[in-house]
């Protein structure tokens, strides 16, 4: 990965040019360690750390992971390394879970891009496991682009389609692989806009549907009543120059009850949804501070 200085990691990730939850938290830990080599002073960090969370809102694996490096950097001098050891060591292990449920001549559904959910993917396909790839584009900003043109790189069959006809493909899949940007404590999860009718046509049709992630992607500054805030992104992203009367609408995600999922894959396991919450808590009492 090329080095940012503090500035341009927080523009780069405000910008969607870093993205996916978990490269989105390794460069804010990376722009900590900067400001660190500068400063000592905790009013300082709390300041830098104030401003790479502002730059992605809805991203708690960011969240978390940045106070974890304020809470312990006067004890631990690797810190983050600490840090980024915890999503080195863990991606392997979610890949390894999630490539337990692909056999061969499944039809694996996938929405937006999910760097957790590709690397599922390849993993399977690096065992020999023969199956097909179905995916959307994602509009306005067509990250399915991004997921289709990693998996044909690495030779995995990928069919790509409009969003508007995921539903349709969707019912002919056997898997429904998501990725997530975050799980907060009234059970919601929150990923790309057009989630939600994808969930609900897997349960339709009865199809497997699994939501993958570091389990540091809860959300512990959610709460029962006030959930994590939706992003809305610049309408220009969707039409640049509208006729007048016409207002944009251009969310960046949407909220799913997580319940409506057949499982969580992590680093903890393949987890059914009601577990997930005390397995965390077991695991990481850190991030409960």
Not at 41 to 47: D, E, G
Not at 104 to 129: D, P, W, Y
């Amino acid at each position: 990965m090329p080095k940012y200085t503090f500035n341009e990691t927080v523009k780069k990730i405000k910008s969607l040019e870093i993205q996916g939850a978990e490269n989105i938290a390794v460069r804010a830990v990376e722009a900590f360690a900067t400001k660190l080599k500068e400063t000592r002073s905790k009013a300082k960090l709390k300041k830098a750390v104030r401003e790479l969370k502002a730059a992605r809102a809805t991203e708690p694996a960011l969240q978390n992971a940045l106070d974890y490096c304020l809470a312990n950097y006067d004890t631990d001098s690797n810190i983050v390394k600490t840090v980024l050891a915890h999503f080195k060591d863990s991606r392997p292990m979610i890949s390894k879970n999630g490539a337990t449920l692909i056999k061969n001549g499944m039809k694996v559904f996938t929405h937006c891009h999910s760097s957790t959910v590709r690397r599922i993917l390849e993993e399977a396909h690096s065992q020999g496991i023969k199956f097909e790839v179905f995916n959307t584009e994602t509009r306005p900003r067509f990250q399915g682009r991004i997921t289709a043109a990693e998996l044909a790189k690495k030779g995995i069959k990928v069919t790509h389609m409009v969003d508007s006809a995921g539903r349709h493909m969707l019912r002919k899949c056997d898997l429904f692989l998501i990725g997530c940007d975050s799980i907060t404590k009234s059970r919601k999860v929150i990923n790309k806009i057009g989630t939600e009718s994808l969930f609900d046509a897997a349960q339709e049709s009865k199809i497997p549907t699994y939501v993958c992630t570091n389990s540091w992607k809860f959300d512990t500054e959610s709460t029962l009543k006030k959930d994590t805030k939706i992003e809305e992104r610049d309408p220009a992203e969707v039409w640049d120059r509208p006729p007048k009367k016409v207002t944009i609408f251009n969310p960046a995600f949407e909220k799913i009850d997580l319940d409506k999922a057949t499982g969580v894959i992590t680093e903890l396991g393949v987890l059914k949804p009601k577990k997930l919450v005390r397995k965390i808590r077991k695991n990481y009492p850190y991030i409960w501070q």
